[in-house]
């Protein structure tokens, strides 16, 4: 039973326009959130976190969402470089000490 | 960069030997995890810890077992290789406070291939 699930295994996007990655999750006592993207043979960097407190998160370019109601997040970064090529990540979490990841988005931003 | 470094990087072993991997931290961070990549699966924990000696298991456990006797190392071992195990691992640290991001920051992995 997969309680985060990351539907689009790959998403291909124009440099400088929007990209937007999206995770749903079951679990209603999950109430914290977090991305991270993965460079091919290098471990994954945390990029953005939100609590279920608020229902925005902005870093720069990068902004998460959260619908609670819903029961999900998605990841908006704009506008899209060739370096942002990767794979992301999101993670939930009801405990702060332990997430459970999704099964990841390769993104490739096009030149 | 967190300190953290992950020994070996690359192991190529047979079906049936013991692996030991190691995770090392210069953080003093109180939590370490082992997670396991693969495609289609994304990351999954194995085991954690929350302390020395303080170990717990995570959702894919069965055929793993860690130990940690210091805050800045976190072992963990393959009793018996089987294929199944051939995988990327990465081990992770946190300091949960409640207060920060609480984010886990990895370790640049170790890939396992069982023949």
């Known amino acids: 039973d997969q309680q985060v699930k990351q539907n689009s295994p790959s998403l291909s996007v124009q440099e400088g326009r929007i990209s937007i990655l999206n995770c749903d999750y079951t679990n209603s006592m999950f109430d914290y959130f977090l991305w991270y993207k993965k460079y091919p043979a290098e471990g994954p960097t945390f990029l953005i976190s939100i609590s279920s407190i608020k229902d925005k998160n902005e870093d720069g370019r990068f902004t998460v969402f959260l619908n609670k109601s819903a029961k999900h997040l998605s990841l908006h970064i704009v506008p899209s470089q060739p370096g942002d090529s990767a794979v992301y990540f999101c993670a939930a979490s009801a405990f702060r000490y332990k997430y459970i990841f999704g099964t990841g988005t390769r993104l490739k931003v096009l030149a | 960069d967190a300190g953290i470094t992950q020994s070996p990087r690359h192991k190529v072993t047979e079906t049936g030997t013991p692996v030991t991997l190691r995770c090392h931290q210069t953080?003093?961070?109180?939590?370490m995890y082992w997670y396991r990549q693969d495609p289609g699966h994304g990351l999954r924990l194995i085991h954690y810890?929350?302390?020395?000696?303080?170990?717990d298991k995570g959702e894919v456990s069965d055929g793993y077992s860690v130990s940690r006797s210091k805050t800045e190392d976190f072992l963990l071992t393959l009793e018996s290789a089987t294929s199944s195990q051939t995988s990327v691992y990465f081990c992770?640290?946190?300091?949960?406070?409640?207060?920060?991001?609480?984010?886990?920051?990895f370790g640049p992995g170790t890939r396992l291939t069982v023949l």
């Open positions: 810890s929350y302390g020395v000696k303080d170990t």
């Open positions: 992770a640290i946190s300091d949960v406070t409640g207060k920060g991001t609480d984010t886990q920051y």
């Open positions: 953080e003093n961070h109180r939590y």
